[in-house]
């Protein structure tokens, strides 16, 4: 029996295996299991988005029931990665620092919070852009066409003068003015690998968006693509370059600048785990996932349910619409030094700045936070000025600074993603409460069968009860008396054979599990 299976206080392994019998007046039952909190977070106001974007996010959220925070934070990053590399902020007012706008978002939620129709919500407008240039391409590729059929024709007509001027021993030219093949404008990618992806950076200088309805399933790809992990690390901050020497791919495939923003989806069961891993320190703590710098994990589905049958509000969705052209259209930034355009804050909004992070940078001095959370609030040094740019350029897309106000906002979605990732972080630590109730949910479900062992609870791949998470389970299980554990030797080593322990009624554990938090 595992060392954690003893852990009881004055227990004997007679006791742990065998609790003690009830007397005449007591009736047997199983300690109630420690209570599992989800800290509380708080939700995205309205007018922490722009305002020619805030009247579409709340006429898609009341039509389709979303959370608003899904909707709301999705359009933030979707609308940065539309900017891309074209414009920067500058925090400083004399310093060449830099960040893009580019983005990564995390969007929590159980099956059925309908994450995946609100975040569909949110790119509807990018989509459009993309239908665009599809029809633009499609027009490029037909002239293409028409125009390298002439090519053929003028250079086959240049070698016939050509082997004529060679015959007399005169000079010739041969034609060679071939037309460029034109290059589909991309905006989202969903299937992801190191060579597709530089492939479209390369195409794509101005970045591209990761739209990922299961971000669990990229992580699964590091382990047939163990480059790509690395490869967008360092298309994070928008700004690196990236050179990549294959035999198979080719030698010197380079790319000026790695430019990435994303908008992923995950199940609490399946992203928790890749949480504790990273907190846990080890090859996962390379601070991938706190550069998730936006986090909605919010409570429930948001508003009570109500059937809303009604036409698209057609005007709010004009305003978010034409927000995505101009900026799309937008050709030139003031160039805020020699090479680099974007923009810096106003005199007022410096010193807020200034005041802001001098407070952040302090506190993650301090010693006072786990280093996992210490990694994530000092990503908000590019958070703060990308969303206070987006905002800033929303509003006015040939504004010159970045004002007070679009920098209160930024530190408010800074505010409102900390309290959500600090959620994440402290969910992702009561994993063996967590998948204690699992356990019991599959026992309750007649998907589990007593006795069993704990293969038989990991190896189905259920949401949440991975081999680690199972044996977490198992022994507070076993502590709180709701399992018996039995030893049985074997040939090799000693089997463990779980039980239900005396006293423990389909009923209790029905009541276990329904105490199973699915935020």
């Known amino acids: 029996m595992s060392q954690a299976l003893l852990n009881v206080p004055g227990a004997t392994v007679e006791e742990v ?15 109630p299991l420690p209570k599992e909190t989800l800290l509380t977070v708080p939700t ?27 909707v709301a934070a999705t359009l933030m990053v979707v609308l940065g990665s539309v900017i891309g590399r074209k414009c920067a902020i500058l925090p400083k007012m004399q310093d060449d620092w830099h960040e893009y706008p580019n983005l990564w978002m995390l969007n929590i939620g159980r099956p059925g919070f309908m994450k995946s129709p609100a975040m569909g919500a949110a790119m509807k407008p990018l989509s459009y852009l993309s239908k665009q240039a599809q029809e633009e391409f499609r027009a490029a590729a037909t002239q293409h066409e028409a125009a390298l059929n002439a090519a053929k024709i003028k250079k086959k007509a240049s070698e016939a003068q050509a082997l004529k001027a060679a015959k007399k021993n005169e000079d010739f030219e041969l034609f060679d003015d071939f037309p460029l093949e034109p290059t589909l404008h991309r905006y989202t990618t969903s299937d992801v690998s190191t060579a597709s992806l530089g492939v479209l950076l390369q195409q794509n ?38 050179t990549s020497d294959r035999i198979g791919r080719g030698l010197n495939n380079h790319i000026e600048a790695c430019c990435v923003s994303w908008v992923g989806g995950a199940q609490p069961g399946k992203i928790l785990p890749l949480v504790r891993g990273a907190l846990r320190g080890g090859d996962a703590d390379d601070g991938f996932l706190q550069r998730f710098q ?13 059937n809303v049958d009604r036409w698209p509000n057609i005007d709010a969705k004009q305003a978010a619409f034409d927000v995505f052209d101009s900026l799309n259209s937008q050709s030139y930034f003031p ?35 786990t280093e996992s959370m210490e990694s994530a609030l000092q990503k908000q040094r590019k958070l703060v000025p990308a969303m206070a740019l987006i905002s800033q350029l929303a509003e006015d897309p040939e504004a010159e600074t970045v004002s007070l106000r ?12 900390e309290a959500h990732q600090r959620r994440l972080f402290a969910a992702a630590m009561t994993n063996d409460i967590d998948a204690a109730r699992r356990i019991l949910a599959k026992i309750e479900q007649d998907k589990l069968s007593v006795p069993f062992v704990a293969k038989d609870v990991y190896r189905p791949g259920w949401a949440g ?19 018996r554990a039995e030893e049985q030797p074997t040939t090799g080593r000693t089997k463990h054979l779980f039980h239900l322990a005396d006293g423990v009624t389909p009923k209790h554990i029905a009541e276990e599990a329904n105490n199973l938090k699915r935020p």
């Open 294 to 306: 936006l986090v909605a994990f919010p409570d429930g589905y948001g508003e009570p349910w109500e």
């Open 406 to 417: 679009h920098l209160e906002n930024a530190i408010q979605w800074a505010t409102w993603s």
């Open 44 to 70: 995205v106001e309205p007018d922490m988005l722009p305002e020619a974007l805030r009247g579409y996010a709340e006429d898609c959220v009341e039509r389709g029931n979303f959370h608003f925070d899904y």
């Open 205 to 242: 200088p101005n970045g591209i968006l990761i739209e990922s309805d299961e971000v669990v399933s990229v992580f699964r790809a590091f382990d047939r693509d163990p480059e790509l992990r690395s490869f967008l690390l360092t298309c994070w901050n928008g700004k690196q370059g990236y």
């Open 335 to 369: 160039m805020a030094d020699e090479n680099t355009a974007g923009l810096r804050f106003d005199e007022e909004a410096y010193e807020m700045f200034v005041d802001w992070r001098s407070g952040i940078e302090t506190h993650t001095r301090s010693g006072n936070e």
């Open 17 to 31: 295996q065998k609790p003690k019998q009830a007397t005449k007046n007591e009736s047997p039952s199983p300690k």
């Open 465 to 483: 009860l991975d081999r680690e998470a199972v044996n977490e389970g198992l022994d507070l299980l076993v502590r709180y008396h709701w399992l």
